[in-house]
């Protein structure tokens, strides 16, 4: 059986990369060899679950090293298909799977290696000017303004900057999250705990409402304790500029409005604040 998976997946390799197949034929064939390498990873786990050799601590070890091995051949499969295929579909599709697996360097590198036409792919477009927003609000840039209404029906009385809260002279530490995101919620409580410990003339809490129903936010805010300034309703606008794929992003901004830390989390949030307040 391991031989002929395998085999199948040489063949589907060389189809994918030979000159004579059509776009068509390369595509079907790296997506069957996805699909033979998903499998087999799916079978060694299963065999290491119900090996009854192993301790739970044994079984948990296999489990992890089988993990990263493949987590590791899968982006070099891909990776080798977007070298191979850098102006065809196969590239997009294959930059499609890997592209999570990727550091902000890396990401980078591997765009620069697809060509036209296959450049032109919405996928292909999207990463790179979530890239060109990530790169240009790293840690030490400069925030970058917003505006937001956040209600259609009181637009002069709701309208808000985020640099009415943003570089006035204070440390800020802004959570970009919603209602619906448990992992959200689960940091309200260490946002809270920094909040009541450094809140002060020279530190504040601001939260971001984004993706999210106003009613929503405003009830689970009351919900989990949110007593810090706040911005809803913000939707795409703040995630498109600073960048941000997934939420919560917790973010930590300078006095000035410099960017001093990104993607905080957990125990991180309250060591970053007092690293940067000299606590």
């Known amino acids: 059986m391991k031989k002929f998976i395998l085999f199948a997946a040489g063949l589907a390799l060389c ?30 786990m299963e065999a290491i679950q119900l090996d009854s050799t192993l301790t739970d601590d044994l079984r948990n070890e296999k489990a992890q090293a089988c993990y990263e091995k493949a987590l590791a051949d899968y982006k070099d499969l891909c990776l080798q298909a977007i070298k191979k295929n850098s102006n065809n579909a196969v590239a997009v599709e294959a930059f499609s799977q890997v592209r999570y697996e990727l550091e902000a360097d890396e990401l980078e590198e591997v765009l620069n290696m697809i060509k036209a036409p296959a450049d032109t792919a919405q996928a292909i477009v999207k990463a790179k000017e979530l890239l060109a927003s990530k790169k240009a609000t790293a840690e030490g840039q400069m925030f970058t303004d917003f505006e937001i209404v956040q209600d259609t029906a009181d637009v002069e009385g709701s309208t808000v900057k985020f640099s009415d809260y943003i570089g006035k002279g204070k440390y800020v530490l802004v959570d970009f999250w919603a209602s619906w995101c448990g992992p959200c919620k689960r940091e309200i409580p260490n946002i809270a705990a920094v909040y009541e410990k450094f809140h002060g003339d020279d530190f504040d809490v601001l939260s971001v409402a984004v993706w999210d129903d106003p009613v929503d936010t405003k009830a689970s805010a009351v919900e989990h304790g949110v007593v810090w300034n706040q911005i809803i309703n913000a939707q795409r606008i703040p995630t498109d500029i600073y960048g941000i794929e997934g939420i919560p992003q917790i973010m930590l901004f300078g006095p000035d409005g410099t960017i001093v830390k990104r993607n905080l989390r957990g125990e991180g949030i309250e060591k970053a604040v007092a690293e940067a307040l000299g606590r």
């Open 15 to 44: 189809l994918a990369s030979c000159n004579n197949a059509t776009e068509q034929e390369k595509l079907d064939a790296f997506n069957a060899q996805m699909e033979e390498f998903n499998a087999t990873f799916q079978a060694d």
